[in-house]
């Protein structure tokens, strides 16, 4: 990774030894059942780099609070607390599914009087067929494959306090929007916000998404590691969609192997490369953690913005 100025680039070695109070509040099972399929995470890993990362987060949050308290002194008015919202982006198969379920686990139990809801932006995807009308299919995870308004909408309704929010439910075995299923997200205290566009550019020019987060994470890794983990990823989905006639990867799973493997490497060089060289990695900078993937999906650094 490029070193950049404005981040403190801190080795693993040293990051584990920033907060080391108190239990690991997960168990293994409970680990090997959160993680995305193919990711590879440890308890080790829970203890070394996210306990000391949930530390860091209640910091921002204190802040967040105080400033919000000293604007109610201010305008001598009871200003109710907003949720706290956190964004974690990065590329297709880096792992940053299971980052943002570890995270809404551990800060879940580590704050226990919090409540802490997770989204992905895959939600706000616009129906396949939607972009088969707009001859855009092939750019799906493409900025303009996504209801940006919406998601903006909606973070504003979060930080507004609205209840009982209503958002589109997405499938990844069918890989489409589901008809008539929604989450519901109740004025949680922390919201994560997970999805490859989360730190993108603005739907307009006005408002960013990133606007609305007070705590950003950029999940990183070279670009030839990320394709390997995304062919790896694509293999264990064959693995089982064999078996599910009505999964999207289904004629893929029940044809020759070698066959689904070129049209797999396709999608990588022609789809998801172009899309995190041109519009995921430029984010990256907007981000306040940087965590940063090598072999084995083993975080060896961690960069955390100094302004």
Same mark, same amino acid.
């Given at each position: ?15 584990? &030894? /920033? ?9 293994q099972?409970? =680990? $090997?059942?959160? #993680? *995305? ?63 943002a379920r ?5 800060l ?8 802490v ?23 799906? &995870? /493409? ?11 909606? =973070? $504003?309704?979060? #930080? *507004?306090?609205k ?8 499938s ?7 008809d008539d ?106 981000a ?15 960069h955390?913005?100094?302004?």
């Amino acid at each position: 990774m490029k070193e950049m100025t404005n981040y403190y680039q801190i080795p693993r070695s040293e990051w584990q &030894g /920033f907060y080391r109070k108190g239990h690991t509040p997960l168990t293994q099972e409970e =680990l $090997d059942s959160i #993680k *995305s399929l193919n990711d590879r995470i440890s308890m080790q890993d829970v203890e070394d780099i996210y306990i000391p990362l949930c530390h860091l987060i209640h910091l921002y949050m204190k802040e967040f609070e105080s400033l919000t308290l000293s604007k109610g002194l201010f305008l001598h008015r009871y200003e109710k607390m907003p949720p706290f919202i956190i964004g974690i982006a990065g590329s297709v198969a880096v792992g940053k599914s299971t980052t943002a379920r570890v995270l809404q686990t551990l800060l879940d139990r580590l704050f226990s009087r919090r409540k802490v809801q997770l989204i992905t932006t895959d939600g706000f995807l616009h129906p396949n067929k939607v972009l088969e009308e707009r001859g855009i299919m092939n750019r799906k &995870g /493409f900025p303009e494959s996504y209801d940006m308004q919406k998601l903006i909408h909606f =973070l $504003d309704e979060v #930080k *507004s306090g609205k209840p009982n929010i209503e958002i589109p439910m997405y499938s990844h075995s069918v890989y489409d929007i589901i008809d008539d299923e929604v989450e519901i997200i109740d004025r949680p205290d922390i919201l994560i916000v997970e999805g490859i566009n989360t730190l993108q550019l603005p739907a307009n020019e006005q408002i960013y998404v990133s606007d609305f987060f007070d705590f950003s994470i950029f999940v990183d890794a070279d670009p030839e590691l990320i394709e390997k983990w995304y062919l790896e990823r694509f293999e264990s989905l064959l693995d089982t969609a064999f078996q599910d006639p009505s999964n999207y990867y289904y004629n893929l799973a029940t044809g020759n192997r070698k066959d689904a493997l070129k049209v797999a490497k396709n999608v990588w060089k022609t789809i998801n490369l172009v899309n995190l060289t041109e519009y995921i990695l430029p984010t990256r900078s907007r981000a306040d953690i940087i965590l940063h993937k090598t072999l084995k999906h083993t975080i060896d650094e961690v960069h955390l913005r100094k302004y």
